[in-house]
């Protein structure tokens, strides 16, 4: 599938159409410009890297191949975590509980610390709806959000990580040369679940980031 493809327009377009031809929410000029200094500043003086990603304790600290390859899995299963009615998702890892993302992020760590090879592309290729619902279970009891449909993911990257990319995300990264925007485009042209494209106004937009990539401290090291 080519990144353009079905005239779907890429993330800084699909953001500068919905402002243009939106008529329900109103843009505070002055508001954005007062955050785009404070991010500006933050960017400058290294705080913004570790409130975006490194200060949550979930989140992998280091740059290297695993923590490439756990960004990818998250990534993969980011997406609702609305429960249904009655229903609660919340996870307990090191003593602390969690829900939504974060519950999914303790899931994964809780797996990965019993044993469970989820950094394996053969693994997520072939891992049953059951294991999966085993691992993401709420304290409470309920499965996660879209149970079968985080499974489809799963099991759709993985097999696109062993028959294209020697069954490491990073070897997608290296393929990338350094350019978020090629990376982007990998992305959504080799995963099915990552098109997440929607219309507004008759046109196709998509509002999709590969920052969580570039926040793995000195995620250069993976690629060496």
């Not at 080519?2 to 377009?13: H, M, R």
């Not at 939504?100 to 950094?119: D, E, H, I, K, Q």
Request: aromatic share 10%; net charge negative.
């Amino acid at each position: 599938m080519d990144f353009c493809a079905n005239n779907v327009l890429l993330p800084s377009q699909s953001g500068k159409f919905i402002v243009t031809h939106g008529n329900l929410v109103k843009i505070n000029k002055d508001g954005v410009q007062k955050v785009a200094e404070q991010i500006l500043n933050a960017a400058k003086d290294g705080t913004l890297e570790e409130a975006l990603f490194l200060s949550p304790e979930l989140h992998p600290k280091s740059g290297d191949r695993n923590a490439v390859q756990w960004v990818f899995l998250v990534d993969t299963i980011n997406f609702s975590f609305w429960p249904d009615e009655g229903s609660h998702y919340d996870v307990t890892w090191n003593g602390k509980t969690y829900t939504g993302y974060f519950a999914g992020c303790a899931a994964v760590n809780r797996a990965l610390a019993s044993g469970t090879p989820m950094f394996s592309a053969e693994w997520m290729k072939n891992v049953k709806i059951d294991e999966i619902d085993a691992i993401f279970k709420s304290d409470s009891g309920h499965s996660i959000p879209l149970l079968e449909e985080r499974v489809k993911a799963i099991n759709e990257s993985g097999s696109v990580l062993v028959d294209k990319f020697g069954g490491q995300f990073y070897n997608l990264l290296g393929k990338a040369e350094k350019s978020a925007q090629t990376l982007l485009r990998l992305v959504v042209e080799h995963f099915e679940s990552f098109r997440d494209f929607a219309e507004f106004h008759g046109q196709k937009g998509k509002l999709l980031g590969v920052g969580d990539i570039h926040k793995c401290k000195n995620v250069a090291k993976a690629l060496n």
